[in-house]
């Protein structure tokens, strides 16, 4: 396991364009993004430390693959795995269903979303056993 990659899924390039651009030169992380949760699933043998997922995701093949999705499949197959949601909908139902599904971290796109992301990111790496 790398521990310092981090994945990141989004459907929408000028997100991941800015994730990477964050991420990539800070703390010694390494960083892979995908535009579906189906690409993620299938990377998950790469071990990541941490998985930020969008909520919404428009996927390939007309899947209807959410987030939430995305998450149960990580549970599955890694339970040490931290899971941060980005999403535009702060729907509290929404937000509870992540969390009772094993989220470690619900953040909702807002202006100050990044700096929320930077600050969550590495207290999970300064918490997180599994990292240096």
């Known amino acids: 396991m790398n521990n310092k990659l981090i994945f990141f899924v989004d459907d929408e390039k000028t997100i991941l364009n800015l994730l990477e651009y964050t991420f990539s030169s800070r703390d010694g992380y390494m960083v892979k993004s995908f535009t579906s949760g189906e690409d993620c699933i299938e990377n998950l043998n790469m071990k990541p430390s941490i998985v930020v997922v969008d909520h919404m995701l428009w996927t390939r093949n007309d899947s209807d693959m959410t987030g939430l999705d ?9 339970s040490d795995t931290s899971v941060i949601v980005l999403s535009g909908n702060d729907e509290k139902s929404l937000i509870d269903e992540y969390y009772q599904n094993g989220a470690t971290k619900y953040i909702t796109k807002n202006s100050f979303f990044i700096d929320t992301l930077i600050d969550v990111i590495k207290e999970e790496f300064a918490q997180n056993s599994r990292v240096e």
């Open 70 to 78: 995305v998450l149960k499949e990580i549970r599955k197959q890694d």
